[in-house]
């Protein structure tokens, strides 16, 4: 799914820090707060629905689908229940890149609403917030797994 507007590999997105840098080192993108509230949206996210959200912010290059795509490829283990959220701020892009398992419980319209809400948000200068409303329409989209659905 491509959308004109995911950071890195979510095990936590705090995991790298030059995620928080700026591209010359300098000043910090986001906030320690920033971060946290990042981290346990990815982490509440993946704990609900039991697939694994990974975030990706920075410049994808081009064609931008191919490195989302390489990036959810090399987001850990089993890519089949993953979800990669890649967002490129300065190419005004969203890939949301969704594996052959999360696929089935993530059609691409649900993804597309997902994108249209954090682009919303983008918009008005609320990256942390869109990104995180974002991964709330996946998550309850998604649904919990089926192993700990309730009848």
Not at 35 to 50: H, K, V
Request: proline share 3%; hydrophobic share 40%; charged share 25%.
């Amino acid at each position: 799914m491509t959308r004109a507007l995911e950071v890195d590999s979510h095990d936590t997105s705090t995991a790298h820090t030059d995620a928080a840098r700026t591209d010359d080192g300098g000043e910090q993108l986001f906030s320690f707060q920033e971060l946290a509230r990042l981290d346990e949206a990815l982490t509440m996210s993946s704990r609900e629905t039991g697939l694994r959200f990974t975030l990706y912010i920075g410049d994808l290059g081009t064609p931008t689908r191919v490195r989302a795509e390489e990036l959810h490829s090399m987001s850990g283990r089993n890519p089949a229940e993953a979800v990669l959220i890649a967002v490129s701020p300065g190419q005004r892009v969203v890939e949301v890149v969704t594996g052959s398992a999360a696929a089935r419980r993530l059609p691409d319209r649900a993804c597309a609403l997902a994108v249209l809400s954090m682009t919303g948000s983008f918009a008005s200068g609320d990256l942390v917030g869109g990104v995180i409303n974002g991964l709330r329409q996946l998550s309850d989209q998604a649904g919990h797994p089926s192993g700990l659905r309730r009848h």
